[in-house]
């Protein structure tokens, strides 16, 4: 099995060579420079080297190495799952692969099937998604709901900002809900301030919370998580 170890800036240790394209007619300048981008990340290298669906798997490799959210035999939901990157972890970590642990995840685009993941076509917004993801979940609570959802971008940074929050926001209630007492919560939001109104909600309900920006999460990107955890006890439901 793979080992899921942090593999720091998984270029083996040796300096890569900045690979330069030739632009071509059809493609734009923005694309190009994502392209660039892509060949020279050596996260997107080490994930194709260590088998990994997406260079994101890192991100939550080095939060779970610091704040070990993963414990074997959890149960976890990972929203906004697709390609698999998050959930490949997720499972590795907790032993679903082996038949321990269990994670659910749910995305509105296909997955292509995983070891040790029960995944959802559905978009999480749905309002049949959460009673679905609980009756996959054994026992019917999670221990670390995951949530690396974004929204469609539109280009307008304001309108895209208060998407992602939307999205944060329903993530955050879900979790309330569905995690047992003492569980995590983590979840994509991006720099321009986590809205009061969520972070309240989370200091409200959990005894931690704070915001992390992994390595593997790019210098120049907005992105940032927040991490809640320690649920108190008075927000699991009568009926959990």
């Known amino acids: 099995m793979r080992s899921t170890r942090r ?15 030739k632009t071509a007619r059809q493609r734009t300048a923005s694309s190009q420079r994502w392209l660039e981008r892509q060949l020279n990340d050596p996260y997107v290298a080490a ?13 939550l490799i080095e939060i779970d190495d610091r704040h070990h959210l993963l414990k074997p035999g959890a ?8 390609p698999g990157g998050w959930a490949q972890v997720a499972a590795q970590r907790v032993g679903s692969v082996e038949g321990k642990g269990q994670v659910v995840a749910i995305d509105l685009l296909p ?13 999480f917004l749905d309002p049949a998604a959460p009673a679905r993801l609980r009756a996959l979940l ?3 609570r999670a221990d670390v709901v995951l949530s690396d959802m974004a ?15 939307a999205l944060a926001e329903a993530a955050a209630e879900f979790a309330c809900e569905v ?13 321009g301030g986590t809205e009061q109104a969520l972070l309240g909600r989370l200091k409200r309900s959990f005894s931690s919370v704070r915001h992390i920006k992994p390595p593997a999460s790019r210098a120049g990107s907005a992105e940032l998580y927040v991490l809640a955890t320690g649920l108190r006890r008075s927000e699991e439901a009568e009926t959990g």
């Open 47 to 59: 994930a194709k080297r260590e088998g990994y669906r997406s260079r994101a798997a890192y991100k």
């Open 179 to 191: 995690l047992k007492p003492g569980g995590a919560f983590l979840c994509k939001v991006f720099q």
């Open 151 to 165: 929204a469609q971008g539109t280009g307008h940074a304001r309108t895209d900002h208060l998407r992602v929050m």
């Open 138 to 140: 054994s026992g019917g």
């Open 111 to 123: 997955m292509e099937a995983l070891a040790g993941v029960e995944f959802l076509l559905l978009d």
């Open 75 to 82: 149960r976890v939901i990972d929203l906004g799952a697709t």
């Open 7 to 21: 593999s720091g800036s998984g270029d083996g240790g040796r300096r890569q060579l900045k690979v330069r394209l």
